[in-house]
């Protein structure tokens, strides 16, 4: 700090105020999390909670690894609709390391998400079938080669993290793709996080540029916030101060305290937090990061489409059967019997009503949800005649009858 007048008198720094682990205001956060989406995917409260349960999952992934690394200041923090990330702080941070924490969140969830789709269908849970899914689908997304996703964390820690200007093209390069997905999957709301990705670059950017003011004046920025002398503090504070517009009303020349001074000390702190970054993969570690990562996408990809198959044909899950009491299932049999098909929407012949119609009414129970019939029968009738058609043809095969399908319809 040669270039700096040893005659100013400087203030004191402001002491570092040590953040207690609040867990009202996580409590409070999840709650808001919980409200917000609860509202917004139109109070679906268990598919609200499913995807709760696999935010929190894959995030105490990450955390745990965190954690075993010894990272400091540990926190998991959910943004209502977006999702959830996890936060920490360490001095040296190691490639190899990094590695293993991103992975940790995703891979837990899809091996989850495996277990509740074969429980699923042995004991016919709709619920867990769609836990698996959500499961499948939340961390497919996340494994996407684009920042901030774990997928895109992971090809920069492996590929291009010590190259700034690959770093950075590579974030460009993301926020372009997450608008275009914005766009074509017109969900505006996705626009969120490349708004917020832009906003971190150009704070980056002008960190990057106090630094090198600073390291023009002979600033030395291996020193830790505590080891920061008055002079050091009021010295990176100006140039904080005059950098950003959020404290504009603040003189950065009157070495006095303001309201916002806790706001500027944790600038201060990323000023002077140089993170060492220590280079210790190996290409063989590296390979098999990347091999993890390959089977990680197409695991959840290759399942996603099996389920979303099952979904189109609906033959799953006994959907509708877990809704109706043995009596009810009775009744709808009795009654399409004795109309002749009729309260089904069908005309029967006399002959094979009873069988017909226990059979017709086991395979929609079995295969429809009440909302799928519901929805289908908003349709217009040919895409309803059209959807049960296969069902009629089953039941005509095990009935041994040869009246054609559409002779037994109610047009």
Known sequence: MDNINNEVTYPDKPSVNTKKKDISKSIANALLFLLVSYYYFNKDIHFVII???VLMIHELGHLLAMRFFNYKDLK???IPILGAYTSGSKKEVSQK?????????PIPGILLG???YYYSLNIH???????????????LFNLLPIKPLDGGNLISNLLIKDNKIAEKGFIIFSIITMVGASIY????????IPIFMAIGQLKQNKIERIKK?????????????????DKEYWIIRTEIVKNFKF???????LLEKSEQEDKIADYVKLITVEKTLIKDMSSDFRKKVLLILLLSFIIPVYYVGIIKGNNNQNIMHKKLYEQLTYNEINELKTKCSNSKGASMGLKLPNRNNEAFCNCYVDEIIQNYSRSDLERMYKLDKQVKIDSFKHILLKCLKTCNDTINVDSILIK
């Open 51 to 53: 995807v709760f349960i």
């Open 76 to 78: 998991i923090f959910f």
């Open 97 to 105: 390391q990094n590695a293993i924490i991103y992975l940790c969140g």
């Open 114 to 116: 495996i277990v509740l």
């Open 125 to 139: 849970s709709n619920l867990l079938y769609e836990a698996s899914y959500v499961f499948f689908l939340i961390n």
């Open 185 to 192: 999957l017109k969900s505006y709301v996705l626009f969120i």
């Open 213 to 229: 003011t600073l390291a023009q004046q002979g600033f030395n920025f291996n020193l830790s916030f505590d080891n920061l002398s």
């Open 247 to 253: 404290f504009q009303k603040i003189d950065p020349d």
